[in-house]
């Protein structure tokens, strides 16, 4: 009987621990124990160059193409978020950040982009929005038509990074995979400016997002975290 007792409560820890790990199939309710915002309404635990990021009415958003980044590094984490694109956005969310002056390279990108504007609808899929960019393109374009709010819910955990667009899972990662700088698994070429495989990444960073790129603005709100096992 003890044996079977210890062997329950065994079993019972280990499907505990893997429903916490768990990549979510929807988007989370982002409140109650766990969950905080990634950063204080007035900024001031966030790094970021004087001037560049602002926030009015809870809506974060960037005058200059400079990243804002979180106070502290994560590891396993759901980040949940909503943002909006302008005609021709073109930003990110950069996860496992381990140089903020250098970050291109020594981060990974989940892209968001306005997937309707004509010079991002041409361009290659993994540049396209949800995709980790220039790696793996998402399943397919589900954000919104410009002026409207989006949702993210971005799951790190070790080499897999899940990503939720709008209620759809839209791209899986196993950072494992990707053992060249030069090349996708698939074949397609990684630009030239992600010079380190995502196999050799750490996979603790900070996480951060890509201000007024390409010349048109990004808008963010409600960005919350929870940290995870």
């Not at 630009?191 to 960073?205: D, F, H, V, Y």
Request: contains cysteine; charged residues 20%.
């Amino acid at each position: 009987m003890i044996r079977q007792a210890l062997a329950f409560l065994l079993f019972t820890a280990v499907a505990c621990t893997s429903l916490a790990q768990a990549p979510p199939q929807k988007h989370p309710a982002a409140k109650g124990a766990g969950w905080e915002n990634l950063f204080k309404p007035d900024l001031s635990d966030a790094t970021f160059d004087a001037g560049v990021w602002t926030v009015e009415n809870g809506v974060l958003t960037a005058s200059e193409d400079k990243p804002i980044w979180s106070a502290r590094e994560y590891g396993n984490f759901t980040l949940d978020l909503e943002f909006k694109t302008a005609p021709g956005t073109n930003s990110g969310v950069f996860v496992y950040c381990t140089d903020q002056k250098d970050f291109v390279p020594n981060s990974v990108e989940v892209q968001i982009a306005d997937d309707y504007a004509e010079q991002w609808a041409k361009s290659p899929k993994s540049w396209q929005c949800g995709a980790i960019f220039g790696r793996k393109p998402a399943t397919k374009s589900n954000v919104k038509k410009a002026g409207e709010w989006n949702r993210y819910t971005i799951t790190c955990l070790g080499n897999r990074i899940y990503v939720l667009l709008n209620g759809e899972q839209v791209n899986e990662i196993d950072m494992k995979e990707w053992t060249s700088a030069t090349t996708n698994p698939d074949g397609t070429k990684i630009p030239e400016w992600l010079s380190k495989p995502l196999a050799q990444m750490p996979t603790r960073g900070y996480i951060g997002f890509q201000g007024k790129h390409a010349g048109a603005p990004i808008y963010f709100r409600n960005i919350r975290v929870k940290s995870l096992k």
